[in-house]
C-alpha cells in the first residue's frame, strides 16, 4: 500500500517481524516500517478481536499496539526501528508475562 | 412542575436506581431525582465485588443478609439481560482475600475464626488455605504469599454496565429520572410529601431517601436519622491483559474485558479531586507481590471517589413513625446488596412497611442505645 520515495535515502535497518527479516530506514519508527514492509501487519484488539492498523501516528489513538523485543502494548509510532528490534504483531490482549 | 408518583426515590447512583427498578418492575410510578455529574457519588469509587466473605462480625443479621443478595443476584443478572440485553458479566465462582506474610495470615485465620465463633451468623464456608492450596487456583501467585481465605459464595460483576442496565431498564419501567434536581426539602401534608428541587416541586405518595451521604441531612426532614459518613477511597486500573485472574480477590481483580483493578484504600482525607500517590505505591506493590507479572502492565487510570459508610458500617435501612410513607437507606456495600435493594426493599417499600425478620436488625434506633458499636460491616 505504501511505497517508500526515490529521494528516500536513509540507511538500512534491520529488523524481524513475527520471525521475519525486514528492512527498514533509520529515522523510521516502529509503525512507519509496518505499514512500508507490504506485510499484513493488523493487530487484533483487546475485546472484540476486530483487526487494526496504526492509525494516528502520533501517540494518541494506540491502533499502533505491537509487542516490541519481548514487551506487549508498546505504542509503535512513538518507538525508533533498532538494528536486530524483534516485533510481533499483537493479536489480543497483552500476554502474561509480555 | 407538579406530578403525582407513587413513589420518589432521592438519589440515583446504584442504590437509587436499584431500588427505583424494583419499584417500577412491580408496576408503580417511580421518579428518581438525581444530582449531576459531578456529585460526589459513591457508584464512582466502587470496586464491583459481590462479597460475602468476613461480612457481619458484630452483627448476624447482616451476615444472612449479605448471603441473601448473593443467592439472588443471579436472578438479577438474569432479569437485567432479559429486561435490556445487556450482561452484567456476574462471575460467582468463589473469591480470595490474599496474604503476605506469616503475620497477616495468623491476623486473617484469627478473623475466620471469630466469624465461625458467631452465633446465630449463615455459613458462608469462609475457610482458610495455605499458599500451596492457594496456588493450585491461582497459579500466578508470588513467593510472598503465605495463603488467605477463601469463600466460595464470593464474585463479582460488571458495576458500570449494572448501573446502565439498571438505567436503561428505568426507562423501560417508564420511571422519570432527573438529573439536576438535588433535594433541598421535603414536606408532608394531605397524605403525600412534596419534594422542593431547584427545578420545581414533586408530589408522591412515598419517598425513599437513597441519596448517599446526602441522606444525612435529608432523613431529619421526614422524622428520620442516618448516622453515617464519608470515607475515601483510591481504584487502579492497568491496560488490558489475557485472563490470568479466575477469582476475585477483595483488592484485586481482573475484569471480564482483561482491565486489573487493584483498589481498597480507606483513607480519611476527604478531597477526592486529588489524588495520594504513596497510597497508590502500596497497594500497587502489594498487587505486584502477589502476581509479579502485574509490574510488567502500565497503569491506564487511576482515580479517588467518596464512599459511604454507615457508622457502625452496616447498612440503615428505617421507615418513618411521624411521616408514614418515607424510608431511608444506607449502605456501603451497593454492588452486594443490589439485588436486595432490587427486590426485597422495593417489595417492602410498595407494601408501606419494612419487614422486621428481614432487615428489623438495620433500623438507625440500634445507634439510641448508645452503643459503641464498631463492627464489620466492610470486612
Not at chain 2, 30 to 56: C, H, M, P, T, Y
Not at chain 2, 115 to 135: F, I, P, T
Request: charged residues 20%; positive net charge; contains cysteine.
Amino acid at each position: 500500500m505504501f511505497k517508500r520515495s526515490a529521494q528516500d535515502d536513509r540507511r538500512p535497518v534491520h529488523i524481524v517481524v513475527d520471525g521475519v527479516a525486514v528492512e527498514a530506514r533509520e529515522g523510521d519508527t516502529v509503525s512507519a516500517a509496518l505499514l512500508a514492509s507490504g506485510r499484513d501487519v493488523r493487530r487484533a484488539t483487546a475485546v472484540s478481536g476486530a483487526p487494526r492498523l496504526p492509525y494516528c501516528m502520533m501517540g494518541v489513538c494506540f491502533d499502533c499496539l505491537v509487542t516490541i523485543d519481548g514487551v506487549g502494548n508498546r505504542q509503535g509510532c512513538l518507538v525508533p526501528v533498532a538494528e536486530g528490534m524483534q516485533i510481533d504483531i499483537q493479536k489480543g490482549k497483552r500476554e502474561i508475562g509480555r | 412542575m407538579s406530578k403525582e408518583y407513587d413513589v420518589a426515590v432521592v438519589g440515583g447512583g446504584l442504590l437509587g436506581s436499584a431500588i427505583a427498578w424494583g419499584i417500577g418492575r412491580l408496576g408503580k410510578k417511580v421518579v428518581v431525582l438525581d444530582e449531576g455529574d459531578i456529585a460526589k457519588r459513591a457508584s464512582r469509587a466502587n470496586f464491583a465485588l459481590v462479597w460475602v466473605q468476613s461480612k457481619g462480625l458484630g452483627m448476624p443479621a447482616y451476615t444472612g443478609w449479605t448471603v441473601r443478595a448473593s443467592e439472588t443476584w443471579g436472578k438479577l443478572a438474569a432479569e437485567l439481560k432479559d429486561q435490556t440485553g445487556l450482561d452484567v458479566a456476574l462471575q460467582q465462582n468463589g473469591g480470595f482475600h490474599l496474604t503476605l506474610g506469616e503475620n497477616e495470615f495468623a491476623q486473617r485465620a484469627q478473623l475466620v475464626t471469630r466469624m465461625h465463633n458467631q452465633v446465630g451468623a449463615a455459613d458462608y464456608k469462609m475457610e482458610m488455605l495455605s499458599a500451596s492450596e492457594v496456588r493450585r487456583m491461582l497459579p500466578l501467585i508470588g513467593p510472598e504469599v503465605s495463603g488467605g481465605s477463601f469463600s466460595p459464595l464470593d464474585g463479582h460483576v460488571n458495576s458500570l454496565r449494572t448501573f446502565r442496565a439498571f438505567h436503561t431498564g428505568l426507562k423501560l419501567f417508564g420511571v422519570d429520572y432527573f438529573p439536576e434536581r438535588p433535594v433541598s426539602a421535603i414536606t408532608r401534608s394531605g397524605g403525600e410529601f412534596r419534594l422542593s428541587t431547584s427545578q420545581g416541586e414533586i408530589r408522591a405518595g412515598k419517598v425513599v431517601l437513597s441519596a448517599g451521604n446526602a441522606n444525612q441531612t435529608l432523613a431529619p426532614m421526614v422524622g428520620l436519622s442516618a448516622p453515617m459518613g464519608p470515607t475515601r477511597g483510591q481504584i487502579v486500573v492497568t491496560e488490558r491483559t489475557m485472563p490470568f485472574l479466575p477469582h476475585p480477590l477483595t483488592t484485586i481483580r481482573q475484569t471480564d474485558e482483561g482491565t486489573v483493578m487493584i483498589g481498597d484504600s480507606k483513607e480519611d482525607q476527604l478531597d477526592d479531586r486529588t489524588l495520594n500517590h504513596a497510597v497508590n505505591a502500596v497497594m500497587a506493590d502489594r498487587a505486584q507481590r502477589m502476581f509479579p507479572h502485574l509490574a510488567r502492565l502500565n497503569v491506564v487510570r487511576t482515580w479517588a471517589g467518596i464512599r459511604v459508610m454507615p457508622r457502625d458500617g452496616f447498612p440503615i435501612y428505617d421507615q418513618s413513625a411521624s411521616a408514614p410513607g418515607a424510608f431511608v437507606t444506607c449502605c456501603h456495600s451497593g454492588v452486594t446488596l443490589a439485588s436486595n435493594h432490587a427486590f426485597e426493599i422495593a417489595r417492602m417499600v410498595v407494601a408501606g412497611a419494612l419487614e422486621p425478620e428481614l432487615v428489623g436488625a438495620f433500623s438507625a434506633r440500634r445507634f439510641d442505645a448508645n452503643r459503641a458499636a464498631t463492627g464489620s460491616g466492610y470486612y
